[in-house]
């Protein structure tokens, strides 16, 4: 059975910085594409970041600079760091594995709630 589990969120004050982990079973880790996505309220879910299998990366313009996605092949887990948090970054982040020309093996966590507020 696939799991992928979120943690690490929170409440932080503007300015601040969390790190999200998103671990992960069931799966053969190093072979899928990882990604975080985040859902404010009223909003539709938007992507993140990327974290290919390889090295490559993207990121969302809002958090460019910001925010650093990267992966532990070892322990199955990816994470997202996040610093100089903004109130608008406050949402409710999902870790998200791919594979890579597979519709069918496309997982999803269970979300974990970030607020970024004083």
């Known amino acids: 059975q696939v799991q992928l589990v979120e943690s690490g969120g929170g409440l932080v004050q503007p300015g601040g910085s969390l790190r999200l982990s998103c671990a992960t079973s069931?799966?053969?880790?190093?072979?899928?594409?990882m990604a975080w996505y985040r859902q404010a309220p009223g909003k539709q879910r938007e992507l993140v970041a990327t974290?290919?299998?390889?090295?490559?990366?993207s990121y969302a313009d809002s958090v460019k600079g910001r925010f650093t996605i990267f992966r532990d092949n070892a322990k199955n887990t990816a994470y997202l760091q996040m610093n100089s948090l903004k109130p608008e970054d406050t949402a409710v982040y999902y870790c998200?594995?791919?594979?890579?020309?597979?519709?069918?093996?496309?997982?999803w966590g269970q979300g974990t709630q970030v607020t970024v507020s004083s």
């Open positions: 974290r290919g299998r390889g090295a490559f990366t």
């Open positions: 998200n594995a791919r594979r890579p020309g597979s519709s069918a093996n496309d997982y």
């Open positions: 069931g799966i053969v880790f190093s072979i899928y594409d």
